[in-house]
């Protein structure tokens, strides 16, 4: 690692007292060397790494790291910091800062030292040496490995990657596999008895620390706990399979990640722990302990649907809100789809036949090839029935979320009495939540051993469906399916200042986090209300609506590096480039850098934006049929002059106060006489520019 880490990337008085700051700091110093070529696009490229999971760990450390085209070489800085630096973490601030930089195609080799030292971080007396150090140059030794202040177990790991990097993969490998076989702590029920044996999986978007990390912890619990433990480590310098004898000999599976699991199918039909790559740093005891209880219960796993952070029921620990929105976001992004196919359909088959082409016979009855009306129909019959999965897919995927393939069955029964009755959407919610929380609970109850085979195929399904559908037919449903009348009802009858008014809150929400939470609420509410043959004229303005302030943020932003290029780095204007396309075709994630890397200016500015534009497509009265296709679906649109005239007006107030925002950010301090790098830290700082090092 001698050549990844030298004294002069080691800064022990690190004064930044914001993650951006420290990342800045600590990024001038690779600058400086030479290790990194652009600072702002690398600085853009870890704010987009963070953006999709903080790297701060309990313990008092922060990673900030990415793969970046702007670096020469593998590179790793290391900052201390007093006051400590807020990365997210549980725990608290981190006074340990390390920022891994690695090119976008580095060698396995390098990568397989970096998850060395991602494991000595795990290591209570190498993070004690480091925060002892008295001087940089003791530093970078000790994370180089050229110090000894681990116990064996670290500072063998360190070693053998530096020492032989031809054959790193190999023995990081070996390393994920060893065996913990003390049995010492008497958690076997018998002596004698072979120990419980369980086999894992690691992997997080970077593949460089958390992967590792987690791997290291679970290893440590295992040893703990007396259990077998091996894990997999699908990180970026590659993976190799657990040997199949261990998986099949194996008791549980704990899957820590925040990527798909590849081969996923070979961990099927046993207890199984899936949670988020930061639950197996910080609470492996937690896991090793859920998958046993799991595999006392009997409850395994029946196949390998690849699943998301977004998709799982959440970890251990997390507030029911945090849950709820998990369960909830699981169902909309299976519905979308959906939703966009059917709905695009539909209006394909209005825009081709007229709007009386609902009246249609079947086209299995009639179907001319040479007539555009059956053509027409037939478009719109396909959507009819795209569309007519639209609740039972939300009501599934949420039981999905919450329990698992064996919340499929009843979550679908449930989702499909839920249109059978007219209780449309707030039905699907109800149904998908019931019936993830029966099978939850059906799953809590120890079951004898024979039975335990057919838990998942016959005895889950049967009672679950049967409880969930007499509770939607008999109970529940009649209430619900008056409630969506009435919200129906409301809708419809809105008019004048309630219709603005509604039309500048859906603006809002669209625009508030780019394709999250609130933004796909704010889009499930209006396609809900198109999910019909033929929908209100209320419900299609809201749809307008929607998709207008949903364009506004990446427009505007490619607008604004258009006009004032210098307010903006040249990977940002490069990314304006695309956010043309992206911001006509719907696509709100098309501003998302820039609101990564300045979110107090461009989030708010473009709220405004997106609310000014919901509140005019309200006033002109556009419609929307489709609920998708930006520009492309114009000729679909209700008003489509004035529509445009929305969406331009929202894109300039937004590009406006962006650009307004940005000029007022203060010029840039001269930096001081000794030309430290705290003080070029803190003029960077404010003028938020690229400084020479």
């Known amino acids: 690692m001698s050549d990844m880490i030298t004294a002069d990337l080691v800064d022990l008085d690190l004064s930044a007292d914001t993650k951006e700051a420290a990342a800045r700091a600590l990024a001038e110093r690779m600058v400086t060397l030479g290790r990194v070529t652009d600072l702002e696009g690398f600085l853009a490229d870890v704010a987009a790494r963070e953006a999709q999971m903080p790297t701060g760990l309990d313990g008092g450390i922060g990673i900030p790291h990415c793969r970046s085209a702007h670096v020469t070489e593998p590179t790793l800085a290391f900052g201390r910091s007093a006051a400590g630096i807020d990365f997210g973490a549980p725990d608290g601030p981190a006074d340990l800062i390390f920022l891994i930089a690695a090119p976008a195609g580095a060698d396995d080799a390098h990568l397989t030292i970096l998850s060395a030292l991602a494991r000595q971080l795990m290591n209570s007396e190498f993070t004690d040496a480091l925060r002892a150090a008295g001087d940089a140059e003791t530093a970078a030794a000790l994370i180089r490995g050229d110090e000894k202040a681990a116990p064996a177990q670290g500072a063998e790991a360190a070693a053998s990657a530096s020492q032989n990097t031809a054959a790193a993969p190999a023995a990081a490998s070996a390393g994920t596999a060893a065996v913990s076989t003390n049995t010492g702590t008497g958690t076997a029920s018998d002596a ?28 440590n619990a295992g040893r703990e706990a007396g259990v077998e433990l091996v894990v997999e480590t699908q990180g970026s ?63 395994v796993t029946s196949g390998s649907a690849p699943s998301t952070p977004v998709e799982r029921a959440g970890e251990a620990g997390e507030g029911y809100g945090t849950k709820l929105r998990k369960w909830l976001m699981s169902g909309v992004s299976y519905m979308v ?122 005895v889950i399904p049967l009672i679950s469906s049967a409880i969930v559908g007499f509770l939607m037919f008999v109970v ?93 780095t040249e990977t940002e204007r490069e990314n304006g480039k695309a956010a043309w396309v992206l911001g006509a075709s719907f696509i709100s994630e098309g501003a998302i850098p820039f609101a990564a890397a300045d979110p107090l200016r461009v989030i708010p500015s473009s709220m405004v934006g997106g609310a000014v534009t919901g509140a005019l497509s309200m006033i002109f009265g556009a ?16 008003n489509p002059f004035l529509y445009l005239i929305a969406i331009a007006a929202g894109v300039c107030v937004t590009t406006a106060l962006v650009v307004l925002l940005k000029g007022l950010r203060k010029p840039a301090r001269q930096t001081p006489a000794d030309g430290s790098a705290a003080g070029r830290a803190a003029t960077a700082k404010e003028a938020k520019q690229p400084v020479a090092a």
């Not at 194996?250 to 925040?258: M, P, S, Y």
């Not at 809150?505 to 939470?517: A, E, I, R, T, V």
């Not at 419609?623 to 209700?638: E, Y």
């Open 476 to 568: 529940i449903g009649k209430p619900i399916a008056s409630a969506q009348k009435g919200m129906t009802d409301w809708l419809n009858g809105l008019s004048g200042s309630n219709a603005v008014l509604l039309g500048a809150l859906l603006g809002l929400m669209m625009c508030f986090d780019l394709g999250g939470p609130v933004n796909k609420v704010a889009y499930t509410f209006a396609t809900a209300g198109i999910a019909v043959s033929n929908p209100s004229d209320s419900a299609m303005k809201i749809m307008a609506a929607v998709m207008a302030a949903g364009m506004v943020p990446p427009l505007a932003m490619a607008l604004a590096t258009t006009v004032r290029g210098k307010l903006f």
């Open 337 to 458: 789809p959906f939703v966009a196919a059917g709905g695009l359909l539909i209006a394909l088959g209005f825009a081709i036949g007229g709007y009386t082409i609902n009246k249609a016979p079947s086209v299995m009855d009639h179907f001319v090839w040479t007539q555009g009306d059956s053509w027409a129909a037939l478009l719109f019959q396909i959507g009819v029935v795209s569309f007519g999965f639209l609740v039972p897919v939300l009501a599934g995927y949420i039981a999905y979320g919450m329990a698992d393939r064996p919340g499929l069955v009843p979550g679908f029964v449930g989702g499909m009495i839920a249109s059978t009755i007219n209780a449309g959407f707030l039905g699907g919610l109800a149904a998908g939540l019931i019936a993830g929380g029966v099978v939850m609970a059906i799953q809590k109850v120890k079951i004898p051993a024979a039975v335990r085979g057919i838990m998942p195929v016959v």
């Open 623 to 638: 419609t929307l049929r489709a609920p998708h296709g930006g520009i492309f679906v114009v000729p679909l649109i209700g």
């Open 237 to 299: 310098a590659g993976f190799t399979r657990l040997d199949p004898d261990v998986i099949a000999a194996a008791d549980g599976v704990i899957f820590a990640h925040d990527v798909p699991v590849r081969d996923k199918d070979r961990f099927a039909g046993k207890p199984t722990v899936d949670v988020g790559v930061k639950a197996g740093i910080n609470r492996p005891a937690d896991l090793i302990g859920e998958v046993r209880a799991k595999a006392a219960r009997g409850e």
């Open 192 to 219: 004698g008895e072979r120990p419980f044996r369980i086999v894992a999986v690691t992997s997080c978007p970077t593949g460089i620390a958390h992967t590792y990390m987690a791997a290291e912890s679970l290893e």
